[in-house]
């Protein structure tokens, strides 16, 4: 395996533990969930250099990571209005 790749695969590993790790507030997961997807456009560009059929796929994911921040962007808001607050803990409404 080349360096690039060793890289690659192990800051998408650091990526999905702190997605994993971090639970208390929404923001700080969305941003684990943001670099998680940046990392993998990096190793989907690094691959799409070897396969010249691959660059349509690397337009489509990048399409779907915007959206997918745009509405988790628009969910945190939307929670921040009605909760207050983007704790996990504060979402649960029949906790007493």
């Not at 360096?3 to 700080?28: D, E, G, N, Q």
């Not at 990048?62 to 607050?85: M, W």
Request: proline share 1%; hydrophobic share 55%; with cysteine.
């Amino acid at each position: 395996m080349t360096p690039v790749t060793v890289f690659l695969m192990v800051s998408i590993a650091l990526f999905i533990m702190s997605f994993i790790s971090k639970r208390k507030h929404l923001l700080a997961t969305l941003i684990s969930l943001e670099g998680l997807m940046l990392m993998l456009f990096g190793m989907i560009c690094y691959f799409a250099t070897f396969y010249f059929n691959f660059f349509n796929f690397v337009l489509v994911f990048l399409t779907l990571s915007a959206c997918e921040g745009a509405l988790g962007l628009g969910l945190l808001v939307s929670i921040v209005r009605t909760y207050g607050s983007d704790h996990f803990n504060s979402l649960n409404s029949l906790q007493c």
